[in-house]
């Protein structure tokens, strides 16, 4: 070890920038009168200089401590340091410094000027605290006006429209900022909060609320008191996305599923209960299975299958990143659901092998359960809930046709069976009509139900689907992505999904990669070669396979002659999908590849078209696809500017970290995703791995 470092580790360590304490600034004092003097008796300097030095320093640090806006005793006390160091100096160097008058008074000097420097810093500090307080108590009074002013009108408003006298005891402003909450007391003589909650649409008329804004009563923490929020701000009109934040969640904790109007979360509890979300065509209904399937992903003790006989799209974003271009699993990322069917046959599959997991745990479980001395099996990371998603499931449920019947009695058998052993099911419905909830073990076991309206009248049978709820009208939120959510531990009101999009979609994948459970052995057994086989790359073909739909023989119904929603059974894998041979995604992919030309000067020919851009829209275009946000498109840029060499996860998240904050986790998803829908390939192994884009890859020539 050097002795440089020795003496680093063990000498004092002086702060040479520091500002100067009592102690320091005395001593800095002193020492430095004592040199001056010394230096200028040996060298015969006239002794008035010290005292012009002195002067100097005196107006000098006035004059910045003016600027500091120090208070006037601390001024004094500086100017009166300097001006006594240049008194002693001056007496000093005609005297002599040597001598123990001199030396004794400088001590004395010194002494002095650090009991005086400490107690007018102690006078700064104070001051300081006091101005802080007097900023807070001045911040405090405007809000409580705020407050006062809001009590006040809102207690003509309901004394004018209810006919109540309410005493106002405190007004909560909302950290969201979208509304207020007013906590008031009832007038003597029995009057009953539920008075004014039956005026909550004259009073939000009375007090010019915006559209889709409320103000609901409700008990407050006695009879006698009332609780009215307000809501100012119509949450239901914004595009709101989902959060970043991929905490972890359990079934039991509830899982998020959007917001209500006062921005509050809106959870659902679903360890017991199934779900309903019914939304027609275009209402948001395929954002809002995403958005459930986020939660889910995120939940330690949950696993999801999904059904959807549409091409399995509501599952796929959710499987496509944990396997390459081969069906291949990629190293250190799961999938965000743990079984896809997109076609009847894997479906039936699905479903059978879900009947078996729920017969085999009430058998294996029975010591655990009677341990725990409870007849709910007790879900945990190492004994999952199943959650069942079945997009368009009611409409399954409510076919005449025999095959789908069959699934329908499958998913019913599911329901019934199995809530104790941790099944359970959300369903998708395009209407929420009387041939879905003619069903009584819908009508019973779903009861965490949504209505995405978008302003959609037909179809929509809200008294149906919220039995029990008054006043409910589509009219109230007209937007996508809007409708009611009620649960049995929530009252039926407005409420908004999140918005989500493919991107966040993978990188929710990557971020819970590493949190979601496995089957337990005894289910894992049940389930069989058709759940351990179920990502076997021959069964997952059709993820890759991008131009073709799974076959769906489905026959439209009617049930009890009324034609369901959408007439007929509405699958929208029969529904007419196909896209017109230009449509605004290609447009948009089109004018994002222009740019890039234009940047890196890699524009086709003239006259040439781009034989490798897919003809459908929509198809192997994930890594352009507009709504991706601009650290994926920089990166894409990156990847195509790297040429033939190509680049890596490392050099690409560098180059984005500053102005996107982009890690390299993010843009290893990107890249494996880009490798499996063959924008680029990957070459090398390990540390060597890179990618090329499809454009420059060695069989592109
Ligand atoms: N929560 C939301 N917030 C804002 N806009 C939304 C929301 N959900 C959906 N949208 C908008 O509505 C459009 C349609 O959404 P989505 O595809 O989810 O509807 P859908 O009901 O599933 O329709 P389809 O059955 O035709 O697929 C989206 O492209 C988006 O523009």
Not at 5 to 21: I, Q
Not at 341 to 354: F, R, T
Request: glycine share 10%; proline share 6%.
């Amino acid at each position: 070890m050097s002795t440089d470092t020795n003496a680093a580790s063990t000498g004092p360590v002086w702060d040479w920038a520091a500002g100067h304490g009592p102690v320091t600034g005395a001593l800095s004092a002193t020492t430095g009168a004592f040199a001056l003097a010394t230096t200028a008796t040996a060298t015969g300097m006239p002794p008035t200089w010290a005292l012009a030095i002195g002067t100097a320093g005196a107006i000098g640090h006035s004059a910045a401590g003016l600027r500091e806006r120090l208070a006037a005793r601390t001024l004094a006390l500086r100017a009166a340091s300097w001006l006594a160091g240049a008194g002693w100096t001056t007496w000093a160097i005609t005297t002599g410094p040597l001598t123990w008058a001199a030396l004794g008074s400088l001590a004395t000097l010194g002494v002095g000027i650090g009991a005086a420097t400490h107690s007018s810093r102690l006078h700064e500090e104070a001051r300081e605290e006091e101005a802080l307080a007097v900023a807070a108590r001045q911040v405090a009074l405007e809000l409580s006006a705020d407050r006062r002013a809001i009590a006040a009108e809102w207690v003509d408003r309901v004394q004018r429209v209810c006919g109540i006298t309410l005493r106002v005891l405190g007004v909560e402003m909302w950290p969201t900022g979208t509304g207020f909450t007013i906590d008031a007391e009832l007038p003597p003589g029995g009057t009953t909060y539920d008075r004014i909650a039956k005026e909550a649409a004259k009073l939000s008329s009375d007090a010019r609320l915006p559209h889709g804004c409320t103000a609901t009563a409700g008990p407050g923490i006695h009879q006698g008191r009332v609780l009215i929020d307000v809501t100012n701000v119509n949450v239901l009109e914004q595009e709101v996305f989902y959060p970043s934040d991929y905490s972890r969640l359990s079934i039991h904790t509830g899982i998020p599923w959007g917001l209500r109007t006062n921005a509050d979360e809106i959870r659902a509890f679903l360890r017991e209960q199934c779900a309903l979300v019914a939304g027609p065509t275009g209402s948001g209904k395929t954002n809002m299975v995403h958005t459930i399937l986020a939660g889910f992903a995120r939940a330690e003790d949950v696993l999801t299958w999904v059904i959807d006989l549409n091409a399995g799209s509501a599952g796929l974003p959710w499987a496509r990143p944990a396997f390459d271009a081969q069906g291949r699993p990629v190293d250190g990322v799961r999938p965000g659901i743990d079984w896809l069917a997109a076609s009847h046959k894997e479906a039936m599959v699905m479903l059978d092998a879900l009947v078996r997991v729920a017969k085999r745990r009430k058998v294996a479980y029975q010591d655990l359960m009677a341990q725990a001395n409870t007849d709910l099996l007790p879900i945990s990371p190492s004994i999952p809930q199943i959650m069942l998603v079945v997009d368009e499931g009611a409409e399954i449920l409510a076919s005449t046709d025999r095959e789908i019947r069959k699934l329908g009695d499958r998913i019913l058998e599911v329901i019934r069976i199995a809530r104790a052993m941790g099944a359970r099911t959300v369903l998708t419905a395009l209407g929420a009509t009387g041939s879905v909830l003619g069903n009584l073990m819908i009508r019973r076991e779903a009861k965490v139900r949504v209505a995405l309206t978008g302003g959609e009248k037909e179809g929509m049978d809200l008294g149906k689907q919220f039995p029990g709820s008054r006043g409910l009208k589509p009219e109230q939120a007209p937007y996508k992505g809007a409708g009611f959510m009620g649960t049995p531990e929530s009252e039926t009101a407005l409420f908004k999904s999140w918005r989500i999009l493919p991107n966040q979609i993978r990188d929710i994948v990557t971020a819970t990669s590493d949190r979601h459970p496995t089957l337990d052995g005894p289910s894992a057994k049940a389930a069989g070669d058709a759940y351990a086989q179920r990502w076997n790359p021959d069964r997952t073909q059709w993820m890759r396979d991008t131009t073709a739909t799974p076959p769906t023989a489905i026959t439209p119904a009617t049930t009890g002659g009324q034609p369901s929603a959408g007439g007929g059974l509405n699958l929208s894998a029969l529904r007419d999908k196909q896209a017109p041979a230009s449509g605004p995604d290609e447009d948009a992919v089109r004018a994002f590849m222009e740019q890039i030309d234009k940047r890196f000067g890699t524009t086709d020919e003239p006259g040439t078209t781009r034989p490798e851009r897919p003809a459908t829209p929509g198809l192997n275009l994930s890594a352009l696809q507009p709504g991706d946000g601009d650290a994926r498109q920089a990166a894409l840029a990156l990847l195509l500017a790297a040429g033939p060499g190509g680049t890596g996860a490392s050099a690409i998240a560098r180059a984005l970290a500053d102005e996107h904050g982009t890690t390299r986790q993010t843009v290893v998803g990107w890249l494996k995703s880009w490798a499996e829908e063959g924008e680029a390939v990957r070459i090398g192994e390990g540390t060597k791995t890179r990618y090329v884009h499809r454009r420059h890859a060695p069989d592109q020539g």
